[in-house]
């Protein structure tokens, strides 16, 4: 099994800890500043983000959805109120993140429709062809095993049942490119160790994204996988890139 740049990534640098350990630590220091700091961050724009990552399921119109990395329940939530499926499942290796999330969930009297649960992304606790869509936003990058994660999802996805990842990606417009490693190096890191004491994850999130296969490589890495009618489409002006594949 492949192994890219971004696995080895991770939030602390001299840790014992391996990079799922890592990820799910540095998640329950931030997860009280974490919607907080999306929204600071990114002016707002992430919403807009997550809304058109879901409208590409809009076809499907899936009943069963597994939302990986799912955090405090943004993705879930949406897709509940844009999709009505029957049935969403969260799953995270955040126990704090997640806590976060089951209070938005009851405080919308959605918790009939939307269960979030403890999971790894890695070994997802559910029977093949399990679920009608898999969304993932803004979490693949943290899986310690890209290949493995991607193979799990589609396992659990029904056949002709639809991934859509959204991720952050690197722009490549002379100007825009270098305003946006000037905002993710130095900017976003030093609010963040502002606003929540937690300059590292964020100099971790900025690592990531560099060390991420994106675009076409990405694409062909979901092919590899084994997903079918794979596409990549950028988003202002390639912050930001939405991901879909079939099973």
Known sequence: MAVYKHDKVVPYQNSGLTKKQQVADMFNRIAFRYDFMNRFLSAGIDRGWRKKAL???????????????????????????????????????????????????????????????????????????????????????????????????????????????????KPKLAGIAQLYYLYMEIVAPQVASMVSKNKKAYQYLNKSVLGFPEGKVFVEILNNVGFRNTSCKKLSLGICSIYCGVK
Do not use: W
């Open 55 to 169: 409208l590409r399921l809009a076809k499907e119109n899936p009943k069963t959805i597994l939302d990986v990395a799912t955090g405090t329940g943004d993705v879930a939530i949406m897709a509940c109120e844009l999709l009505k499926p029957d049935k969403i499942t969260g799953i995270d290796i955040s126990e704090k993140m997640l806590e976060l999330g089951k209070e938005k969930v009851l405080k919308l009297g959605l918790e009939d429709r939307i269960e979030l649960q403890t999971g790894d992304s890695e070994a997802i606790n559910f029977p093949d062809n399990t679920f009608d869509a898999v969304t993932v936003a803004f979490g693949v990058r943290n899986f310690e095993n890209l290949e493995q994660g991607l193979k799990e999802i589609k396992r659990v996805l029904k056949p002709s049942g639809k991934l859509v990842i959204l991720e952050f990606s």
